[in-house]
């Protein structure tokens, strides 16, 4: 088995743990205007926070990669992303923030320099990775935000138990491309469902906010094409998709997936955290059939440390 793998079967047991760091010092309080930055994996973590935490009423709160963060924009609070806690573009930003803005890292290394750099670092070692792709510690992350937001991460993670053994509603042999959707929150899901499948199998995926998918990027969906949504949909959405000829992936949409949909009944569709493990799974099974091993992508390091 690839490390990869066990580390998306043990999301929801990572995430019980970090949601029981919900109160740790340094997590943003009500009210407060706060940035969340990070790289690939982690950017996007910060785009969904950024969305959550804004709908929940707690303040303005922005996403940025580190490098395109607006320095002479004033924030309570900078939160850093950092697997790692060695990447370049983290600990140039820290350093410079050191004076002015009080600075939360959330890292699986308390002794590389951005957990030194911050005000605060918390430490979610329990969810640090072998392989080189990113999963369990991004998704435990944003599970942490989550519950510091007040969320109930039990029934999110009961949803991942599930997620991770049931059968998948993609299969490499029957689809050539997939596009991912989401809406608010869940765009930053779908980016990174879209980045799996591009850093582990070097496949062809886009992403999109659902209601602009429309206005342009379905021109390409059509026979074994796929197109997958995170969360709510717009109406009329799953229509116009079948209507390419490409398939339309969504947990509550004809039923469910297979035994999940089953196992969900009646009530709301899986969280899309559980979704997302979905597409990670998926993006496994497109590297290793085509003999790909999805620890290791060619190109890529664990962090990306300039000189």
Known sequence: MTFVKEEIASQPDCW?????????????????????????TSWFMAKAYAARRESFGQGETDAFQPSEFPRRRRYDRVVAITRSGT?????????????????????ADPAQPAAALATDAIVLDFADERSVVQTRFATSALALLRAHLGEDIDPI???????????????????????????????????????????????????????????????????????WAFGDIPAGLADDV???????????????????????????????????????????????SQGLDPDHPRHLTRSVVLT
């Open 157 to 227: 993670a009961s949803d991942a138990e599930v997620a991770v053994r049931v059968p998948l509603p993609v299969h490499p042999a029957l689809a050539e491309q997939i596009t991912f959707l989401g809406r608010g929150w869940t765009v930053g899901l779908a980016e990174e469902a879209a980045l799996k499948c591009r850093e582990a199998a070097a496949y062809w995926t886009e992403a999109y906010p659902a209601m602009d998918y429309r206005h342009g990027p379905i021109a390409i969906a059509g026979p074994r094409r796929v197109v």
């Open 87 to 107: 990447t370049t573009e983290i600990v140039d930003l820290l350093r410079e923030l050191d004076d002015r803005t009080p600075t939360t890292v959330l890292t």
């Open 16 to 40: 019980r743990l970090a949601a029981k760091a919900a109160d740790a010092p340094g997590l943003p309080g009500a009210g407060e205007r706060v940035a969340v930055v990070g790289c690939g």
């Open 242 to 288: 079948e209507a390419t000829g490409a398939l339309f992936v969504h947990s509550r949409h004809h039923g469910g997936y297979g035994s999940l949909g089953k196992w969900c009944g009646g009530r709301a569709p899986i969280d899309p955290m559980a979704d997302l493990v979905l597409a990670q799974r998926v993006a496994v099974l497109l590297a290793t």
